[in-house]
Every structure is written in C-alpha cells, then in structure tokens.
C-alpha cells in the first residue's frame, strides 16, 4: 500500500481492514498490479498491435519518412504531449536520429493505418536527464501511434494498372492534351478531391508541367479505358506545403485513374476505312453533297448521337464548312456504300468548348459513317447502256415510249418498279433525269440510270418513298417506241391536205363543222393513215381541243370563215 503512495490509491487506503502478514502480502501484490502498470525494469520497447488494417502495402523502414498521429503518456496514463492537439500530424525521418532512439527503433515495421501502443524505457527515451518540464528523469513512455503515410526519398512514381481495355492502340505521351475522371487520396484513403463531385473530367496537357510533376509521369503510356492507380511522394507532389486544407504537407497522394480521352493537338483526323462496295466508279469531292448515316461517340465510347436512332441520313455538302472541319475532311474521298471511322480531334470538332449536353470541352470524336449516296449538283444521269443487236429508230422527244424499270436508293433500297410504263417524252410526264435517261435508246435496249436528285425528286423527295436529296437507281428496259409528232404537234396531215377540207368536213352540208363532223373526219383521217395525231395522248381530247381552236367566236360551230382564217396563220401548234 505505502508504495503505491497514498495519493494513487485512494481505494487501498480508504479501506478499513483487518488484516495479518499473509494480507498484507496479498494486499501488497493486487495494490502492485492495480495501481501501477509495467514496473521498472524495462529493458526494451514494448509494443502493443491495437489495429492492424487488413492491407498493407509497406512497411515502414528506417530512413523512411513518415507522418503519423500519436499521444504520449506516462505509463499511468497521464498525456504529456498530442499531435491531435496540435492538428497536424507529427512528419519525420525514421532511423536517423531525429527521434529518440525507441521510437526510431519501434516504427519500423509499421503499415499505414496501423496503430500500435509503443512502450519505451528511459533509456531509450530521455534517460535520466528527462525532457524539459515535461518528461521527468527516468520516466517511461507510452506513445498510442497512427501510422499515416510512408515514402522515401529514393520513391517513384508507383504505377499499378487494375484494368486495360481489350484494344489498347494509341497511349499517352509527351504533350497529349487528356480528359480523365480521377480520385485523389491520401496514403490512408482519407479523399482529398475527386473529378466525379464536380461533374466534369480533368482535362490537361500531359508532361509539360500543367500537372505535379508525378502525375506527368504517372499518367505516361496509359491508353483510354484503362484504369490505374498511381502513387506518388510527396516531392512528386506538393511536397513541403501541402496544397490548400486538404493537402497536408509532405502527403504521398494516390490517384485512381480513369483515361477517357487523348489527343494531341498537332493531331489530323485518322480516317479507318472499314469495308468497301466492290465497285466504286468515284470517290467524293469537295463540293459533293452527300447522304450518310452514323454513330458518333467520344473515345471511351460513350454514345452522343446516332442518325439511325432518327430513322433518317445526314445531308449535308462536304468540304464547303457545312459540318465540323474533321467531318468536312474525313467525308472527302469515300467511295458510295462504304463504311469507315473517322476519328476527330476536338480542335477539328468542337474545341474547349464542347457543345451540347453530349459533348464535353476538348472531346476526340469518333464517327462510325456508312455513305448512303452523294452527288454533286452538276452531276448529269449517268447512263450505262446494253444495247441489243440492230438497235435503230432511237428514242427522241416527243416520241411515245414504254419502258419497264426497277428503282432503288443507291444503298440498294428498293424504291418501285412496273411492268410497264408509257410516256411522251419530253412532255414533262417524268423527272426530268429519266427524261433525259431515256433519249436515245432503241426498243430492247437496257440502261442503268443514276439520276441525281436535282434531276429527280429534290430535296424534298417523295414522302414515305424516296428520301429528300436521293441519288436514284433505274433499270430501264425500252419495250416499244411509236414515234413521235414534231414538237408541238398534236395532229400532223401524212401526206398534202385535201382543198376541200371544209366541204369535207361538212358532211351534212349545213355550211357549218359542228363537233361531231370535225371528230369523225379526224378519226377517219387516221384511220386510213393520211394523219397522224400526237402518241400517248387521249385522241379525242386532242381532237377536241383542235375544235374549241378553231371554232373562234365559241358558239360551238366552225364556219368556213372561222376555218379559213385560223388554217392561214402558220406555225399555230394544235390546229390543222
Ligand atoms: C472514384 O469514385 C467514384 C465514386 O465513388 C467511383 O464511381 C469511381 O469508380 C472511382 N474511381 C475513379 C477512377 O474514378
Ligand atoms: C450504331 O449504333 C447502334 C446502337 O449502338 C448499333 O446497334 C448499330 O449497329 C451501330 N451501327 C453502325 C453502322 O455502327
Ligand atoms: C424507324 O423506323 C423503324 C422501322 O421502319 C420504326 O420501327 C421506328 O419506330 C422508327 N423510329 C423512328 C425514331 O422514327
Ligand atoms: C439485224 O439486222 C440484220 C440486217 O438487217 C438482220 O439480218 C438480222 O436478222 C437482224 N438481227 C436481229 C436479231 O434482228
Ligand atoms: C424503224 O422505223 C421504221 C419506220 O417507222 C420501221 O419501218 C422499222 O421497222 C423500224 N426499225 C426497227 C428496228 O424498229
Ligand atoms: C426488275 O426486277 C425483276 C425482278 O428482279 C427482273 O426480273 C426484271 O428484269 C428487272 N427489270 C429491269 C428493267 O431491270
Ligand atoms: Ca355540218
Ligand atoms: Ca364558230
């Protein structure tokens, strides 16, 4: 009891007993333990393992620095000094003196977030001479340590890659200009700051010294899609002040690492031609205006836009500024049918700015394009022509044509076909490019016309059949040809016309033409082949039409006045 010293031990002390020597023995041993943890002597460090974290990368070793929190106390518990009092940690080399030797002897061994009871005997401590007011003579020391960060001089920047993408083409070099999602982390995973929170990549030039300098080097040959870890010292990092509240000083930090994008600015676009049409009789040009359909993503992959999900192609002209400048260049040179990817940097595409919800500041963009058609607007049909055997008495204007034909889209899309089709050509029945299409052809010739939409359907197109500004197939085949009048004829005498035509007409001799003479002596004209009447029309509107001509005043009769004033004037179109 008395060696405990009334003081410590009010318990012992306060208590009436009765007691003989084997009590006191037994009182004296229990008070020994009760009272006053580890005695004299101590020959070494103690330490007592409180947490041990389930990883532990790496051990603390001598001529490591560390940073830790502790508190040291006496052995009865009485604190003599805090780093959490001083809210910072305690930052020092291990095994060089810098400590007392216990210390320096006792962390070593120590992983991060590890928390160790170190006991140290004076001896190893401050002796005999003690510490200042604090630490009297001879006293034994317990530190409660956290371990919070180790590194050392000799560090570098630590890589491990946790996952790479199945393609891994192009990787980070020197001046690349990146986008990335990272976390930032201490050493003992407290989050300094993550690009997530803040809803938008980090975006940055690569090993030029935007970045800390671990960084530049951590972020080398890393490809997009591949995730890293990358570990670096403090002297790789903000070294001796930290940086802001968050940073303490001398912190190794941890970055978890996701690349998702990489250009360099000195970057053209790349241009992957993925599959070709067998035949391809031209490639585009600047000028052309082209139909294409895509699927656009950023490099990492994500999907910003599709002219599938649309149902409908992109048109656009190419090469004239229309589109972004990597789109104007990587649409130059295609072949129609073909499908290829074209990768743009964000100097050709949006720039820092980005555009849209979609599409980030500085995105490389990758564009997946199948070119449905193109033409340019001073494209003519193009005829490609087999011709049978005796192929004579070739279409001209204003002849009446029949024709079978099958239509498609240039992508092959089926348009329509007939059996057969009858018009006069030139009389504006048809586009004006099947017009053209079909000048020229003998019966039983076949043709392949491509017709360009300005000579089709325009812009417009048809709706829910030909697509606005669609280069057109047709297969043509000429089944019959009757020739035609001479233009702007509908009724043409085959031989010298009667002097009496009038009294011809004038079947009942009434001294008037009415309608039904005037049909009836046409009809009978044709019939026995000294007329002819324009093919492919309706011969009894043509008829009356020549009628309502020449019957002048409209009362519904032709007098021989009427007859002869309107026969004199010469180069009239529906008239005798
Ligand atoms: C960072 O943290 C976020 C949110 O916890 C997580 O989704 C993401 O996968 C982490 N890693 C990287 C590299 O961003
Ligand atoms: C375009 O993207 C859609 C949806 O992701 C996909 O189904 C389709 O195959 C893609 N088409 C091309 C030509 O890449
Ligand atoms: C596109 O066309 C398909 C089939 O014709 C149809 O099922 C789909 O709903 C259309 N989508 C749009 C966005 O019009
Ligand atoms: C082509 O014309 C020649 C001479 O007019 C004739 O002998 C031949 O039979 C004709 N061929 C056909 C396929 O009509
Ligand atoms: C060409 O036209 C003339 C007169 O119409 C006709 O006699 C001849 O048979 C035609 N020839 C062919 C090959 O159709
Ligand atoms: C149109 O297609 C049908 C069916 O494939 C074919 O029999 C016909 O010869 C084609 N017509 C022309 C004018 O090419
Ligand atoms: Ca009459
Ligand atoms: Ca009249």
């Excluded at 410590?8 to 009765?18: A, D, G, K, L, R």
């Excluded at 947490?51 to 940073?67: A, E, H, Y």
């Excluded at 006496?74 to 020092?92: E, H, I, L, M, Q």
């Excluded at 671990?214 to 790789?236: A, H, N």
Aim: proline share 5%; with cysteine.
């Amino acid at each position: 009891i008395f060696l405990c010293g009334t003081d410590n031990n009010p318990h012992y002390s306060s208590s009436p007993h009765h007691w003989d020597q084997r009590m006191i023995l037994l009182a004296f041993l229990v008070t020994f333990v009760a009272c006053n943890p580890p005695p004299l002597p101590l020959d070494d460090i103690v330490i007592e393992k409180t947490f041990t974290p389930d990883r532990c990368d790496r051990m603390v070793k001598s001529g490591d620095f560390v940073r830790y929190h502790y508190i040291g106390m006496f052995p009865d518990g009485k604190k003599f000094d805090s780093s959490y009092d001083r809210s910072t940690t305690y930052n020092v080399f291990v095994g060089q003196k810098q400590l007392i030797a216990g210390m320096d002897k006792a962390l070593v061994g120590m992983c991060v977030n590890e928390r160790w009871m170190i006991k140290i005997p004076p001896q190893l401590a401050y002796g005999k001479d003690g510490h200042g007011d604090n630490i009297p003579a001879d006293s034994i020391l317990h530190f409660d340590v956290l371990m919070l960060d180790i590194w050392n001089t000799e560090d570098k920047v630590q890589i491990k890659t946790y996952h790479k993408p199945e393609s891994c083409g192009r990787t980070v070099q020197v001046s690349d200009y990146i986008r990335y999602h990272y976390n930032g982390t201490l050493l003992d995973g407290t989050l300094f700051d993550s690009s997530h929170t803040r809803m938008r990549t980090y975006d940055t030039y690569v090993g030029i010294g935007w970045l800390i300098a671990g960084m530049d080097q951590g972020l080398l040959e890393m490809c997009v899609g591949e995730k890293r870890i990358i570990t670096l010292p403090p002297f790789l990092g903000y070294g001796e002040n930290g940086d802001g509240s968050d940073i303490p000083a001398q912190a190794s930090l941890v970055f978890d690492v996701v690349l998702l994008d990489l250009h360099n600015p000195k970057d053209e676009i790349t241009v992957e031609v993925q599959s070709l049409p067998d035949h391809c009789p031209r490639k585009s040009v600047v000028g052309d205006f082209m139909r294409y359909h895509y699927n656009g993503s950023l490099l990492d992959g994500t999907f910003f836009d599709s002219s599938y999900s649309r149902n409908r192609t992109y048109d656009t002209y190419i090469g004239k500024g229309y589109v972004i400048a990597g789109m104007d260049q990587g649409l130059l040179g295609v072949c129609i049918g073909e499908h290829r990817r074209i990768v743009i940097p964000p100097h050709l595409a949006y720039g820092e700015e980005g555009t849209g919800t979609k599409i980030p500041g500085s995105a490389v963009l990758v564009f997946v394009v199948h070119i449905i058609d193109f033409h340019n607007p001073s494209d003519t049909v193009e005829i490609t022509s087999v011709k049978p055997e005796n192929c004579s008495n070739n279409t001209k204007r204003g002849d009446f044509v029949k024709y079978h034909y099958n239509a498609t889209l240039m992508d092959g899309t089926y348009i329509g076909s007939t059996c057969t089709y009858d018009v006069v050509l030139g009389a504006g029945q048809v586009v004006i490019g099947m017009e053209q299409g079909l000048i020229g052809m003998c019966v039983g010739e076949k043709r392949k016309l491509v017709i360009p939409p300005h000579l089709a359907y325009g812009e417009r197109g048809v709706d829910g059949e030909v697509p606005g500004s669609a280069v057109l197939v047709f297969d043509v085949e000429l089944v019959d040809l009757e020739e035609g009048l001479p233009e702007g004829y509908m009724f043409v005498w085959n031989s010298d016309v009667t002097p009496n035509l009038f009294s011809e007409m004038d079947k009942n001799k009434d001294a008037q033409v009415d309608a039904t003479e005037f049909s009836d002596y046409i009809f009978q004209q044709v019939k026995e082949g000294k007329g002819r009447l324009a093919p492919g029309f309706d011969p009894q509107r043509i008829i009356e039409n020549m009628y309502d001509n020449q019957d002048r005043n409209k009362d519904g009769r032709i007098t021989e006045d009427e007859f002869k004033l309107k026969a004199d004037e010469a180069a009239a179109h529906d008239e005798l």
